[in-house]
């Protein structure tokens, strides 16, 4: 199963969560370092990912975390964006993670490994 972590709307079409403890992962859904974004609205349910299309650890360059709103995916379908540093799994780990949405920039997002 996937993990679902509700981010709170700050303004400005920014979404953000911060000190949250990711608990109750086990095997392959806790060591698996990929992760995306679904935004529910009155339309439905999207999900975000890359706006590159890799499958690869971040590479430094800020265009790793530019998102894009993406249609018929499967569950891990080109586009995924991986955590870095890589770490030994999800759980137990507090994390602040950001989604950014806001027209002046980039369609991008952060998350920090506390």
Known sequence: ???????????????AISNYTVTGLTDSDNSDDRYKFRMESSDGETEWRAAINNDSKPTGNDEYYYMAEKTNVEQWTNNEVWKSPATDGWSDKAYDVTFSLNTQGEYTHNLVIK
Do not use: R, T
């Not at 199963?1 to 079409?13: A, M, T, V």
């Open 1 to 15: 199963s996937q993990k679902e972590i509700e981010l709170d709307y700050q303004g400005l079409g920014v979404w």
